[in-house]
């Protein structure tokens, strides 16, 4: 059986705490031999850790996502160093920028709050891409409705980390000026939507080698499970529609999406 990795999922979220051991064993049987386990602020991010340490093919992505910033401190660069400093982190994020839901869209709130609140989320984003460079990790990035925004605030990263936009969901042309900045994309279940043809021209156009495979459970189940909770072991039938659209075997997707990967979080030198 191809192996492949689940490069993102929330394992910490509750949908998962019931029967987090079988959700582990399920993806292990479906050949899904690592799962990278996101934070998305300190606390999840503590836990992401602990998985880590308890899964043996578990691994943590430590970082406050950009929709929950309101709630994050001003600066939590001390934090984000001591978190990656811990075994088994891979990466930090998911961090970026997401002007989907702006506080506006609410009663009470200004278009005065949607300018605090991109740029509380450019401030964090930036503290990411700070201490990534610092200490030699690469950044897990959710964009939402912003696209050059945040590949403006990666930009003078970019010598120095990688980003991996998580959850791609854009055209051709912007997933080539994110390869060209020596970043990478990743596809979820939505390769697999009826609706998505957008997603997969996208990624019949990005070389093997420059993409990798997620889940983002427990939201994004593929077919036949749309709408139902996802899971890490469903990313074999995002790699079964992922392989049809690159028109390669799933041996060889399995062969590349895992050396991307491996080169992008290097996980046998975070033991
Ligand atoms: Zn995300
Ligand atoms: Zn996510």
Not at 74 to 102: C, N
Not at 160 to 181: E, K, S, Y
Not at 205 to 226: H, K
């Given at each position: 059986?191809?192996?492949?990795?689940?490069?993102?999922?929330?394992?910490?979220?509750?949908?998962?705490?019931?029967?987090?051991?079988?959700?582990?064993?399920?993806?292990?049987?479906?050949?899904?031999?690592?799962?990278?386990s996101?934070?998305?602020d300190?606390?999840?991010?503590?836990?992401?850790?602990?998985?880590?340490?308890?899964?043996?093919?578990?691994?943590?992505?430590?970082?406050w996502?950009?929709?929950?910033?309101?709630?994050?401190?001003?600066?939590?660069?001390?934090?984000?160093?001591?978190?990656?400093?811990?075994?088994?982190?891979?990466?930090?994020?998911?961090?970026?920028?997401?002007?989907?839901?702006?506080?506006?869209?609410?009663?009470?709130?200004?278009?005065?709050?949607?300018?605090?609140?991109?740029?509380?989320?450019?401030?964090?984003?930036?503290q990411?891409?700070?201490?990534?460079?610092?200490?030699?990790?690469?950044?897990?990035?959710h964009?939402?409705?912003?696209?050059?925004?945040?590949?403006?605030?990666?930009?003078?990263?970019?010598?120095?980390?990688?980003?991996?936009?998580?959850?791609?969901?854009?055209?051709?042309?912007?997933?080539?000026?994110?390869?060209?900045?020596?970043?990478?994309?990743?596809?979820?279940?939505?390769?697999?939507?009826?609706?998505?043809?957008?997603?997969?021209d996208?990624?019949?156009?990005?070389?093997?080698?420059?993409?990798?495979?997620?889940?983002?459970?427990?939201?994004?189940?593929?077919?036949?499970?749309?709408?139902?909770?996802?899971?890490?072991?469903?990313?074999?039938?995002?790699?079964?529609?992922?392989?049809?659209?690159?028109?390669?075997?799933?041996?060889?997707?399995?062969?590349?999406?895992?050396?991307?990967?491996?080169?992008?979080?290097?996980?046998?030198?975070?033991?």
């Open positions: 059986m191809p192996a492949f990795y689940d490069t993102h999922a929330h394992l910490t979220y509750p949908d998962f705490a019931s029967e987090l051991p079988q959700v582990v064993a399920r993806a292990e049987n479906a050949g899904i031999q690592r799962i990278i996101i934070g998305t300190l606390e999840s991010s503590r836990r992401a850790i602990a998985l880590a340490q308890q899964f043996p093919n578990v691994y943590a992505v430590v970082g996502h950009p929709s929950d910033v309101l709630e994050a401190p001003e600066d939590i660069r001390r934090e984000l160093r001591e978190l990656a400093a811990q075994p088994k982190v891979v990466a930090l994020g998911e961090t970026g920028l997401d002007y989907y839901r702006l506080p506006s869209r609410k009663p009470g709130f200004t278009e005065a709050d949607d300018e605090q609140y991109k740029q509380k989320q450019a401030d964090l984003f930036r990411h891409l700070e201490v990534a460079a610092e200490v030699g990790l690469n950044c897990v990035i964009q939402r409705e912003c696209f050059e925004e945040t590949l403006a605030a990666l930009e003078p990263y970019a010598q120095r980390v990688r980003g991996v936009f998580h959850c791609f969901a854009n055209d051709t042309p912007a997933m080539q000026r994110i390869l060209a900045l020596g970043s990478l994309v990743s596809f979820t279940g939505i390769l697999t939507f009826k609706n998505g043809q957008n997603i997969r996208t990624l019949s156009a990005t070389p093997l080698g420059q993409f990798m495979l997620e889940t983002d459970s427990p939201f994004l189940a593929p077919v036949p499970y749309r709408g139902k909770r996802c899971e890490p072991a469903y990313v074999k039938e995002i790699s079964e529609v992922a392989a049809q659209v690159k028109g390669c075997s799933l041996e060889e997707l399995s062969e590349a999406t895992c050396r991307t990967a491996e080169a992008f979080f290097r996980f046998e030198s975070r033991p």
